[in-house]
Nanobody, 124 residues
Framework: QVQLVESGGGLVQAGGSLRLSCGAS????????MAWFRQSPGKEREFAAA????????YYSDSVKGRFTISRDNAKNTVYLQMNSLKPEDTAVYYC?????????????????WGQGTQVTVSS
């Protein structure tokens, strides 16, 4: 198993920045992708960003590309999401997730373990 714990959410004004962190423990040697998904009230959980744990390749949804940056610190088993130029529509609960098998990184169902989520609220 892999345990994931997110932190760093909060309230920020539009145009501001936040950095989310997700620490992993347990079978971290098996991680293939780490990703961030987000879910707004009344909407399905959607893909935001992913990173290949060994090679470091990164992937983004069109809605966050150019504003968000995903990165990792393998020594700390931690993945980060730097969010800049935040918009009210970025308001959501952000979830960290890990895939141990190399499934398509953008598919919610591909991920094996999830964190508890952290709230991000962007005011206009």
């Amino acid at each position: 198993q892999v345990q994931l714990v997110e932190s760093g959410g909060g309230l920020v004004q539009a145009g501001g920045s936040l950095r989310l962190s997700c620490g992993a423990s347990g079978r971290t040697f098996s991680i293939y992708y780490m990703a961030w998904f987000r879910q707004s009230p009344g909407k399905e959980r959607e893909f935001a960003a992913a990173i290949n744990w060994s090679g470091g390749s990164t992937y983004y949804s069109d809605s966050v590309k150019g504003r968000f940056t995903i990165s990792r610190d393998n020594a700390k088993n931690t993945v980060y999401l730097q969010m800049n130029s935040l918009k009210p529509e970025d308001t959501a609960v952000y979830y960290c997730a890990t895939d141990l098998h190399g499934n398509p990184y953008y598919k919610r169902d591909a991920y094996d373990y999830w964190g508890q989520g952290t709230q991000v609220t962007v005011s206009s």
